[in-house]
């Protein structure tokens, strides 16, 4: 069973939809969850991190963790064209290695 | 700043066949890393380096070498390249003292070895 599992998709979606995505894990002790976005040919960018459990929004994005589930959860809100993207869920347990799953693509249509 | 720099950004290499991937940081970051990307399978630490003259494996390190001489650089070297390198890979940077693991991502080297 791999540490971090994401479905990798091909998610397409239209413009101004809510987009969901999700990973799930099996290793209880990691503390920090992220969320790394990766436009087309270029490297991941950090989007939002969470500490424990619980719920964190920037602007159209929201970060959510439910630690008694092993799951968590990254929605857009109201999505746009320049959000199509490959985004990759990562944990770790305090600055140790992070383990990231295997990216999500997703495309937004205009 | 300009972050981090990787070279080159395309290479095709022959079975068999040795490089160097470079990777540079500005950053003054202690922590470097080397991660490989396949289709559908997300990030692999190859080689990580937590400072200055010194290294440790990843999760994937066979095939592969790496040394830290200065904070700024830390080369990958593929000694007898084979088609399962083929791949794209990142190199990463972090600052130190931070309590999460925030890390910076080169614009990757795409490889294939034919």
């Known amino acids: 069973q791999k540490e971090v599992e994401q479905d990798p998709g091909p998610l397409s979606v239209p413009e101004g939809a809510i987009v969901s995505l999700n990973c799930t894990y099996s290793?209880?002790?990691?503390?920090?969850f992220m969320w790394y976005r990766q436009y087309s040919r270029k490297g991941p960018e950090l989007l939002m991190y969470?500490?424990?459990?619980g719920n964190k929004e920037d602007g159209r994005f929201t970060a959510q963790v439910d630690k008694s589930s092993k799951y968590i959860s990254l929605f857009i809100r109201d999505s746009q064209p320049s959000d199509s993207a490959t985004y990759l869920c990562?944990?770790?347990?305090?600055?140790?290695?992070?383990?990231f799953g295997q990216g999500t693509r997703l495309t937004i249509n205009p | 700043n300009a972050g981090v720099t990787q070279t080159p950004k395309f290479r095709i290499l022959k079975i068999g066949q040795s490089m160097t991937l470079q990777c540079t940081q500005d950053m003054n970051h202690n922590y470097m890393y080397w991660y490989r990307q396949d289709p559908g399978m997300g990030l692999k630490l190859i080689y990580y380096?937590?400072?200055?003259?010194?290294?440790d494996k990843g999760e994937v390190p066979n095939g592969y070498n790496v040394s830290r001489s200065t904070t700024e650089d830390f080369p990958l070297r593929l000694e007898l390249a084979a088609p399962s390198q083929t791949s794209v890979y990142f190199c990463a940077s972090r600052l130190t003292g931070l309590a999460y693991n925030e890390q910076f991502f080169g614009p990757g080297t795409r490889l294939t070895v034919l």
């Open positions: 969470t500490y424990s459990s």
């Open positions: 990562a944990m770790s347990k305090g600055a140790q290695k992070l383990v």
């Open positions: 380096s937590v400072g200055a003259g010194i290294t």
């Open positions: 290793n209880s002790a990691f503390q920090y």
